[in-house]
């Protein structure tokens, strides 16, 4: 069994989930090997089986001033150093087809952001790694499009694939999540992801002193919608974690604060392990008896 197959069973059979986690964008080196540090060892505490996240380039950002990040080549330098230092895999997201191959090299798990999750070449670049994929759900798509991009990948010869939910557009400035749409992707015959702090962004719905706007948030639901997903019995959870969300570069209003990632995660891992989401109830529909 290779080594990407070998990770996806572990993820798959994880008791009561996984988790994806770390800071939105590469800031530099010494931020992220940090964060790292920390998040795996909160997650070690809690028992949870972890997959570090980064991204080295934020390629859709509303702004063409917002941060990207230190590039893809830079940006793999240093989400492997976090990967031999701290002996943990990596989840980061590709945008293009040609990036593939290079993150292949280095990523565990290839991410695809959810206004690409659509996107036929992409999704087939990615499954050739052979690495596991994740594919976030689109925010525009129902969640039954998820099993036709499942397929894709599958159909490309790589049965290492995931999906992720982070809401759906809800006017022009907000998201909602439905909980419905979590029972619904397992359609796909796939581990279920709940991304629970890109779910509560405002695309474009905060102004900036000077003109423009940037995404806003409402960091203080991140709870609401975690507890909401292991509750209906996810297999992951992926979620940005910052030590300092008041000065992230990007997203800051939907990172969740370091100093608070334990706390949650504790209650998270409770509330898991008393639900049975991951079991389908059979209801019995026959005339009921005394």
């Known amino acids: 069994m290779d080594s990407s197959t070998a990770l996806f069973h572990q993820l798959k059979a994880a008791e009561p989930f996984f988790l994806l986690a770390g800071p939105n964008v590469i800031e530099s080196e010494e ?19 972890l997959v570090f996240k980064s991204s080295f ?9 917002s941060f990207r990040g230190p590039g893809m080549t830079e940006g793999l330098k240093i989400l492997e150093k976090v990967k031999i230092a701290y002996d943990i895999p990596i989840i980061t997201d590709v945008h293009e087809t ?6 292949g090299r280095v990523a565990d798990i290839i991410q695809i952001p959810a206004f690409l999750c659509r996107q036929t070449d992409l999704l087939v670049a990615a499954a050739k790694t052979g ?35 982070r809401g759906t557009m809800f006017g022009y400035n907000d998201l909602i999540v439905d909980p419905r749409n979590l029972e619904w ?10 991304d629970v702090t890109h779910s509560l962004q405002q695309p474009a719905g905060k102004k900036l002193d000077g003109g423009g706007v940037a995404s806003g948030g409402l960091r203080e639901l ?19 974690v910052h030590d300092d969300p008041l000065n992230a570069p990007v997203d800051g209003p ?11 995660l504790e209650e998270l891992v409770a509330i898991a392990r008393v639900s049975k989401g991951k079991q389908r109830m059979n209801i019995d529909l026959t005339p009921f008896r005394d």
């Open 31 to 49: 931020h992220i090997m940090r964060m790292a540090k920390h998040i795996k060892s909160i997650s070690t505490k809690v028992g949870l089986p």
């Open 57 to 65: 380039d934020k390629a859709n950002r509303t702004s063409s001033k």
């Open 98 to 103: 040609v990036q593939c191959e290079a993150v």
């Open 131 to 165: 690495k596991i994929i994740n594919i976030k759900k689109g925010q525009f798509c129902a969640p039954s499009v998820m099993v036709n991009s499942v397929e894709k990948i599958r159909l490309a010869g790589n049965p290492n694939v995931m999906v992720c939910e």
């Open 185 to 194: 992707m397992r359609e796909a015959n796939c581990p279920v992801v709940a």
């Open 222 to 240: 991140i709870p609401c919608i975690a507890r909401t997903a292991v509750a209906v019995g996810v297999d992951g959870i992926f979620m940005e």
């Open 254 to 264: 939907t990172q969740w604060p370091l100093r608070h990632l334990e706390e949650l």
